[in-house]
């Protein structure tokens, strides 16, 4: 049952999971980290546009600490004198950090933020009509409960001539195979009801809704490093792969599952000096809102 749930199984694992993750991005990826962040910039269209005389709009969905969106409203901020930027983020603990950044950095002073701390789907319940010109969710759409939904409010709150942003897992690489493969051979039902979401549904829901768009990698594969995941009695490894495969003790609870990640992990991975990296991606679809 709780193939692809982590988060929702189990939110203290999908933590420990996630640290886990993050320390096997190994050293010399992570002075990487701000040219990725940039890229996110770099994808932001330079022919978003507001009515005259009115601030540009910007809805933020799961924008954790604003590393993304501060390098997003920079770029903005060279074409526009003011912008309104309403962040919708669940996590107390994330806005707090948010907000200590925009006090602390001078060059996002042309700011206005509006504080929402709601997930998604509490926020979109909200009534409400203003329209945004700018709606970016950076790896955040595996966490809400309805993705169709969540696409289809965001596009619902854009303006005409508006850009939306989605980052997510790519559905090509290893990591996005493994997810089918997984749900092919353990899932039940319908796998967008688990984490197990890529950039390819992404993707999907675009060309279902006739909605042209643009995708591009993110320029940064990552390499994680798996050795200890094939190490059984390895906390960490245990950790990486319950993050690997969004379901919580795999090893412990499903070794099945277990025996099938490590093959494939195996099959699509190098080993560098004595080492085995697999290597992640993700992919960003941009999409304007053509005027009526
Ligand atoms: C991987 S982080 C991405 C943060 C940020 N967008 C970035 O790229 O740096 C996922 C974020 O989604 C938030 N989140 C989780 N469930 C959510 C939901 N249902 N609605 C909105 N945000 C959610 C988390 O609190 C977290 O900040």
């Known amino acids: 049952m709780e193939v692809g749930r982590l988060i929702n199984s189990s939110p203290e694992r999908y933590l420990a999971s996630m640290t886990a993750i993050r320390a096997a ?6 002075n990487r980290r701000a040219d990725y962040y940039h890229t996110f910039g770099a994808m932001v269209p330079d022919s978003v546009l507001c009515e005259p005389g009115t601030d540009l709009r910007v809805l933020g969905i799961g924008s954790g600490s604003g590393d993304v969106d501060s390098v997003i409203l920079k770029k903005l901020l060279q074409r526009h004198d003011r912008v309104y930027n309403r962040v919708v983020e669940p996590s107390g603990e994330l806005l707090e950090q948010y907000k200590t950044r925009m006090r602390e950095d001078t060059s996002l002073g042309a700011v206005k933020c509006d504080w929402r701390q709601q997930t998604a789907e509490e926020y979109f319940q909200t009534k409400g009509d203003t329209k945004f010109h700018l709606i970016h969710a950076v790896h955040v759409l595996y966490h809400v409960d309805d993705f169709h939904a969540t696409l289809r409010n ?7 001539g508006g850009c939306m942003l989605v980052a997510q897992k790519s559905g090509k690489d290893a990591g996005g195979r493994l997810y089918y493969k997984l749900w092919d051979e353990f899932g039940q039902g319908d796998r967008l009801k688990t984490s197990l979401r890529t950039s390819v549904d992404v993707e999907q829901w675009f060309d279902a809704a006739g909605i042209e768009y643009v995708t591009s990698g993110d320029g940064h594969g990552w390499n994680i490093d798996i050795s200890e995941c094939f190490h059984e009695e390895s906390e ?19 070794p099945e ?26 992919e960003v679809m941009v999409a304007l809102k053509k005027g009526e």
Request: with cysteine; glycine share 8%.
């Open 154 to 160: 965001m596009w619902g709150h854009l303006a005409d």
């Open 257 to 282: 599952i277990r025996s099938m990640a490590l093959e494939h992990m195996r099959s699509n991975s190098s080993l560098v000096d004595g080492k085995r990296f697999y290597k992640a991606e993700s």
């Open 236 to 254: 960490a490894g245990m950790k990486i792969l319950d993050f690997l495969t969004q379901t919580p003790y795999v090893c412990s609870n499903r």
């Open 25 to 30: 991005y190994g050293h010399g990826q992570m």
